[in-house]
């Protein structure tokens, strides 16, 4: 038996109806050329189920003692596993579309995990349009965290198109040759050892909430003896009361795409992303009319790697990003994003070990701690979640079906209503961005506004010839509230040409601007509910088996504007 | 607004994630000819979706005040009602047998509702064989019940296949309409009248728990004025503690099928009803060794109509029926169960309101009470649920499709992990069984045995000519417990010709007998869980699409052997 640590125990203790703490992906496949799909499907499902000695968490559940969920809280090994029901068939109602998968993996990622039994599911998904198909894993976040599922992902996929597994991937076995494999290089075992150590001080006796009551002093200021950077973060409307209904939607770029940005900027990858989702976030916000004159603050995850660590080859922390959201020049945004990732580093840098630790837990998760004590509302300790998970590089096969992308699905919590997790694999970056389905109903626009706000960096930077986009101008126009939204577009595309400030950074190569393609953009946004509803069911209709339709060369759904039309949006 | 009854706020205070306490119907369907499964299938969902004012349920969600769920609850409009959240479009993994469907909807009736949104769920699933499809509902036990979900069920549909419905089945036009329809018959209004009145004494202010601690003192003899007739219900093997996963499965018989078995004992429907869970659990405890001495009890929902009561047409109350488990003869265990049932209505002639009320609340549902005061496991006030709900004696049709079946899906409690519930529709009897997956794994084998005990009645009373079957014999051999299931029965199947008492009651026409038959039977069960599996793969790859492999006429899972060994297992 295993002891949970005091975070792992804290994802069991704030679980809610409302706020199922479990994270997932959608790996999406595409079928070896010949194969039947309930054939290839069933063989798949088979070699997992066919492990004797399933590895962690798979064969492992919860256990507690007579203090129930307050005192100490274990894994063991579950003798009674009933394989079956964690591998489950599915499938999509036709047309099988990308849309009919995100409405599928909504449903199954706001429902809650079994507490009786190991705490997973996983679903292949069959009826997807162009021999794909799809695989929706859920763990609780409590038996694995982000890089331990990228390790899972990476152990159960082979490089090589032509090799077959044997042995369950989700066998002892597969671990100990997935192990095996890894050599020298960053070893399984080592990489939350930082993180194990540092929390030990806080894993001792039942006294869980005390240690939350400790955390909750230092952050309310009372007794705490850390500065923490990102005090008042405004409230926004994705900061509110989240219900237990989930939207996810997911979108590729290329990866070389986004770094280019970044790299223009003198940036990361990593600020490139953020930037793009700040952009998103800021015209998402504006058409509701709810953008915060403060800039939003973002809690993203960070790779640390610390000196004098001796046992440690990777720790994961967390630091608070500045959006920028109240910029509206993008390059001078990027900059201000930039500045804080830079700041947040630098903080870990001279931080002691508890104080890391500290700042850790309250960083990833402040939820945990906060929501139990009625401080949410008061503190929202950040306004999203931007996550960037490294995947592998390389081109990954399952028995032979090419895996085209890795789309994560994480955790919406009280107070935080989306969640913008993505990771790279081979030349993509592959975004999931789960939302709380009532607070934001046009999520998806979030993807589109994404693929906006990369064009308009492009440009600003001089990587797109074009012009600089208008999107942040145009909408500003939009003053007749979300409802209207159909007819604020129309004004907005109506409107005499706009100036966008060109960057005063110098890198800047844009050119004049002229509001015709954000216009012609959201033209095609503009349409009511129901007329979409039916276009879609004609369309449906004379598309209604695989292999029609198809309008990208690519396997996963990509950034191109036409696709995401066509496949990130979910009425689910 | 309107406020919650007693009974209906403590369905709400007693569920847990292991027991959600909703209630729901798989309601199968052919498709009119010509139609396509896809724009006939968005038609209907799109008629559902139009209602501009949605009847309750539909349209109300729960609000509770200042006291949360233990103070008063209120029922009141949903403005910001998100219509696509409740009606889903769902699909089956290939290839699309009673199977897959019975796995799906295992999964959807193991969910908790949203309690942030109108208690209720209809999912629309495509990819049945043979031109069907299904539409399975699932609404809170708070909101509705049987009867009431029956006069919804009907007032969807039509009895004529070429009427069209436009106004949605879910509207508040649809509701009055079929109020109308209904004329003098029985008022839609009245049907809960009684309960409502008889209720009414405990729902007042917010002292809900101060009621449930006065009826569990009445329970367990303590202060209450209830003779209760069937103190002392014996733990078998499906009266423990159940996890929140479910298994489902359902199957059709003729309903003069098993009326004639009822009419030649000068029982009811209902008794042979009973009668035949009564064989099949028998049976079914027999094999894993865990029948006890004691009769099994089951908590029986009937019709109760009290003279003097001025404005109820209907009332349901409930009665412990003895299974008389313990009887080995088929005619004698019908006699018990008829005597049981007999004095059980009985005692309500004889009761006074209050004591019906409390009998009534005690019956239906007493681990609403017993749960939260820690008493489930000392008291366990049943064994399992019958529960025959009436249904229209003539087909129905939605927009053209045909109505094949109503299976209803029913609620498993804390220490009753089994709920057996039946609608007649039109020729048939609608079974739906509901067991809590991990303690009945095989719970498809009570639909088997079933049909084995009706067998074995109909032989017994003359109405079949062939053997008396053996199967109570032939399994009471089996020693070696429920892992090797294989094996004990190749050695039933070895045992020399046994002989079954024949029935002292004079109305035997039985002929001696011989092992053979029973045998035959379970030979085919005997494969290992591999084995089974690989086959079905085999069977998919050749009959993948839909069409293909139906080998039965009726449009319903029928209670002919052959067709429940095909459909009626659901390896969910």
Redesign the interface.
């Known amino acids: 038996m295993k002891r949970l640590n005091l975070l792992d125990s804290a994802f069991l203790l704030a679980e809610r109806?409302?706020t199922p703490m479990h994270v997932g992906s959608v790996n999406l496949f595409t079928l070896p050329s010949g194969a039947?799909?309930?054939?290839f499907?069933?063989q798949l499902a088979?070699g997992l189920r066919s492990a004797s000695d399933f590895q962690s968490p798979f064969g492992e559940r919860l256990k507690t003692g007579r203090l129930g969920m307050l005192g100490p809280m274990y894994w063991e090994r579950d003798d009674?596993l009933?394989i079956?029901?964690h591998i489950?068939?599915?499938?999509?109602?036709?047309?099988g579309r990308y849309r009919?998968l995100f409405?599928?993996v909504s449903?199954l990622h706001?429902?809650?995990l079994?507490?009786?039994?190991p705490l997973w599911e996983m679903h292949l998904i069959?009826?997807l349009q162009k021999r794909q198909f799809a695989v929706y894993s859920k763990y609780h976040h409590a038996a694995i965290d982000g890089v331990r599922s990228i390790h899972l992902t990476q152990s159960m996929y082979s490089t090589s198109a032509r090799e077959r597994i044997h042995d369950s991937p989700l066998s002892v076995e597969s671990a100990k040759r997935y192990r095996a494999a890894l050599g020298e290089a960053p070893k399984k075992e080592e990489l939350r050892n930082v993180a194990e150590f540092l929390k030990s001080t806080y894993d001792s006796g039942t006294n869980v909430y005390g240690a939350l009551r400790r955390l909750a002093l230092g952050w309310t200021g009372r007794g705490g003896d850390l500065a923490l950077p990102w005090m008042g973060v405004p409230h926004s409307p994705i900061n509110t009361h989240v219900?237990?209904?989930r939207r996810f939607v997911a979108q590729s770029w290329p990866f070389d795409r986004v770094r280019a940005v970044g790299k223009a900027l003198d940036g990361t990858f990593n600020d490139a992303v953020l930037a793009m989702s700040a952009g998103a976030l800021r015209r998402y916000l504006q058409e509701m009319h709810g953008l915060p004159k403060k800039s939003l603050k973002a809690m993203v995850p960070v790779s640390l790697r610390r000196k004098g660590d001796i046992d440690s080859s990777n720790a994961v922390g967390a630091i608070s990003a500045d959006l920028a959201t109240n910029v509206k020049d993008p390059i001078k945004r990027f900059e201000s994003i930039q500045a804080s990732t830079r700041a947040g580093k630098a903080m870990f840098e001279g931080m002691a070990p508890r104080e890391v630790e500290l700042a850790m837990q309250l960083m990833q998760m402040p939820g945990l701690f906060l929501i139990p004590l009625g401080l949410i509302d008061r503190y929202p300790p950040y306004n999203t979640v931007v996550s960037n998970v490294p995947g592998p590089r390389q081109p990954m096969y399952w028995n032979g079906a090419r895996l085209e992308g890795i789309y994560p699905a994480s955790i919406v919590s009280e107070g935080v209503a989306l969640n913008i997790t993505l990771i790279s694999y081979d030349n993509n970056v592959d975004f999931g961005i789960v939302a709380c389905?009532?607070t934001m109903?046009q999520v998806q626009r979030i993807i589109d506004y994404m693929e906006d706000a990369l064009v308009e960096l492009e440009e600003a930077v001089g990587l797109r010839k074009g012009k600089v986009r208008a999107s942040a101008s145009a909408t500003k126009t939009a003053k007749s509230g979300a409802k209207s939204r159909a007819r604020t577009r129309s004004t907005a595309k109506a409107r005499p040409k706009t100036k966008a400030k060109s960057s005063t950074t110098g890198r800047s190569k844009a050119k004049k601007v002229s509001g015709a393609k954000a216009s012609a953009s959201t033209r095609a946004k503009s349409k009511t509910k129901s007329g979409a509803?039916?276009k879609s069911?004609t369309k449906?209709?004379t598309s209604?088996s695989t292999r029609s339709g198809s309008k990208a060369k690519s396997g996963a759904p990509t950034g191109s504007r036409a696709k995401a039309k066509s496949g990130a949006r979910a009425?689910?």
């Open positions: 109806r409302e039947d799909e309930q054939t499907l069933h088979d009674t009933d079956d029901y489950r068939h599915s499938a999509l109602p036709q047309p009919e409405a599928l449903r706001g429902t809650l079994d507490r009786n039994r069959e009826g219900d237990g209904a389905r009532r109903p509803a039916s069911r449906a209709k209604a009425r689910n």
